[in-house]
């Protein structure tokens, strides 16, 4: 069972037509899909196994007024039928790629500290520097909190989570 990691262009909405169980929390919505792919600074990378995409990782392209952009990876997933096979990994990989084709100077990505998988998945990607912990507070406006993929913790005012820097690129 092997699945191709290749990052989304912008004509190619199709290729969510089909999606295992596990890797979006909801279900596709044509119009965010479509919203998401056209927009340019917004990332979205599948792996993909006959057809089926059984994982994503996503990020986005943060401007700044002093500094370069930075790609911030929000969320990453991969099908349980296809985990522990090297998916994730190659998942983020192909984001970095593409966020340094874009110039970014680097890319960051944050998780819980008790998340074992996302951690082990992100510190086993080469160049990525020592995970540093902080606290997220979060505004609820429309619908549920970012509630973790993961551990699914009720929510809290702050929740401690680890992040790091991958791949610090040198322009
Ligand atoms: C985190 C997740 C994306 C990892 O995907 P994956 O395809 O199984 O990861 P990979 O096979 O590429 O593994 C990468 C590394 O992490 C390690 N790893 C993966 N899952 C692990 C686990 N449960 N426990 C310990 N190590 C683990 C692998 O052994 C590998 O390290 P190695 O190269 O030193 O052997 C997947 O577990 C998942 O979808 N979890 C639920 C969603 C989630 O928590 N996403 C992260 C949100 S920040």
């Known amino acids: 069972m092997t699945a191709d990691c290749r990052i989304v262009g912008r004509d190619e909405a199709g290729l969510l037509d089909r999606v295992a169980d596990d890797v979006f929390d909801d279900e596709i919505n044509a119009h965010s899909l479509a919203a998401f792919l056209g927009d340019p600074r ?55 790629e593409a966020a340094k084709a874009r110039g970014c100077s680097c890319a960051w990505v944050g998780t819980e500290t008790d998340n074992a998988a996302a951690n082990a998945l992100y510190r086993s990607v080469p160049g990525a520097a020592p995970a540093q912990a902080f606290v997220l507070y979060e505004w609820k406006f429309l619908g549920r909190l970012r509630t973790p993929r993961s551990s699914r913790h009720d929510s809290e005012s702050g929740r401690s989570l680890s992040y790091l820097f991958l791949a610090a690129f040198t322009r």
Do not use: S
């Open 42 to 96: 917004h990332v979205l990378a599948v792996a993909v196994d006959e057809g089926t995409v059984v994982g994503m990782a996503m990020g986005v392209e943060c401007f700044h007024p002093d500094k370069a952009p930075q790609l911030f990876i929000n969320e990453v997933a991969v099908a349980l039928t296809h985990r522990r096979r090297g998916v994730g990994r190659r998942l983020v990989e192909t984001l970095l």
